[in-house]
């Protein structure tokens, strides 16, 4: 899904968002670093995988976000998913 779906999926909360961002597996040690060049995938949990690149040392990064145990958020990203199926 794009980054404008992830903000439906957080209910429009930039901040929710920049964090998720910002707080990304890498194994650089940089201690700035963001999540750049990202694609958001949905898992069969409804659970999102955002997979990019490392700011700082431009490698493979990645977050994982438990959303498939928020009822909430597994309605806004199946209503999000039926909305890419309808073009």
């Known amino acids: 899904i794009s980054r404008f779906e992830l ?3 957080f209910d429009g909360d930039e901040a929710w ?5 910002e707080s ?6 940089a201690p700035v ?3 750049i060049q990202y ?3 949905v898992n069969d949990l409804h659970d999102l995988v955002l997979r990019g690149l ?3 040392c431009n ?3 990645a977050r994982y976000v438990e959303t498939g145990e928020d009822p909430e958020k597994v309605e806004r990203i ?3 998913l039926r909305d890419r199926m309808k073009g």
């Open 7 to 9: 903000m439906r999926v």
């Open 17 to 21: 968002v920049r964090e998720l961002e």
């Open 24 to 29: 990304i597996f890498c194994t650089c040690s």
């Open 33 to 35: 670093k963001r999540l």
């Open 39 to 41: 694609k958001v995938f």
């Open 54 to 56: 490392c700011s700082a």
């Open 59 to 61: 490698t493979i990064a």
């Open 78 to 80: 199946r209503v999000v």
